[in-house]
């Protein structure tokens, strides 16, 4: 214990609660807020120490964030009772929220203006690696920064690739939820097209996962929604901030997006017919509904486990 530091947590929802707890497991002194007092319980029966605002919390002298907008990060960060209020000078800040590139720039100078250093942390691969501590870290900051908290990272995360300077975590996870998000629809209409034809779903499942068209997407997402439950921890308003950030990327990139662009269409529709806070994983649902039938087979899983 004595050889690692200690780390505030804010943010503790689907994946931050699960990120928070694997950084406890691996022994490290951890003090959490969260506004949703459940959630602080959880990591306290875990060993965590609760914090009454996020300059309290941050006076460990490093904190990490896993917050659901940049609008909610720059009030954690910034505000009267935010962190930094409390980090000292030479403090490090680790957001592990999605972000556009131009938001972590402007937050991490707004950090900087205060004497402490941002590292860009977002994880992909989904809540249910988190929680076994087998996500993967897109790292964005300066690589010495990198290496002096690259145990607590690896605490969290079984895989990291440090990408280069702050704004760089930004742009590939961005990337890889286009995939995630393009791959989702496409897996829906080729298991609507499946039943359709009258094939048998659950063999169509595994057929795909041996063949070119298999994704990691299919082989998690479809699961749910074969077995109907749709429970990615996930939601579509998530998913529709993430789109925003790829096609704001891709006009000042002057790369066409298009198919980002119509699968953003498609979450908008699903958000307008489920809900914002419907998980990520019905817009497949937006297919069955259309179509009259259900994506239904024996065998799989409501949540996805290792």
């Not at 076994?132 to 607590?152: C, F, M, N, Q, W």
């Not at 699961?223 to 109907?228: E, F, R, S, W």
């Not at 990615?232 to 790829?246: E, P």
């Not at 009259?292 to 899983?301: E, H, I, K, S």
């Amino acid at each position: 214990m004595s050889d690692r530091q200690s780390y505030a947590f804010i943010g503790l929802g689907h994946l931050g609660g699960n990120l928070a707890a694997s950084l406890i497991r691996n022994g490290f002194a951890v003090t959490v807020f969260d506004r949703d007092p459940t959630a602080v319980e959880r990591l306290m029966v875990l060993g965590a120490t609760a914090a009454s605002s996020p300059a309290e919390a941050a006076r460990a002298g490093n904190a990490i964030t896993c917050l659901p907008s940049p609008k909610v990060s720059e009030v954690v960060l910034t505000g009267p009772d935010g962190l930094l209020a409390g980090l000292p000078a030479g403090g490090t800040w680790i957001e592990m929220s999605t972000n556009g590139r131009d938001e972590i720039l402007r937050l991490a100078a707004l950090a900087s203006a205060r004497g402490v250093e941002t590292l860009e942390c977002p994880v992909t691969g989904g809540v249910h690696l988190a929680a076994a501590g087998k996500i993967t870290a897109l790292v964005g900051g300066d690589a010495a920064l990198y290496e002096r908290h690259r145990p607590a990272i690896e605490a969290m995360c079984a895989k990291s690739f440090l990408m280069g300077p702050v704004g760089s975590a930004a742009v590939i996870k961005v990337i890889t939820n286009i995939l995630a998000f393009i791959h989702l629809a496409a897996a829906g209409e080729a298991l609507m097209l499946a039943k359709q034809s009258g094939l048998d779903l659950a063999q169509s499942y595994h057929a795909i996962v041996a063949s070119s068209g298999n994704s990691f997407v299919h082989e998690t997402e479809s699961q749910l929604v074969l077995n109907g439950s749709y429970d990615i921890g996930f939601t579509m308003d998530l998913a529709l901030k993430d789109l925003g950030f790829a096609l704001a990327m891709g006009e000042q990139s002057g790369v066409p997006l298009e198919l980002a662009s119509r699968v953003k269409a498609i979450f908008e529709q699903g958000k307008a017919a489920y809900g914002g806070g419907a998980w990520s994983t019905q817009i497949v649902k937006l297919l069955e509904d259309a179509v009259g039938t259900d994506l239904r087979a024996p065998g799989f899983p409501a949540k996805l486990a290792l």
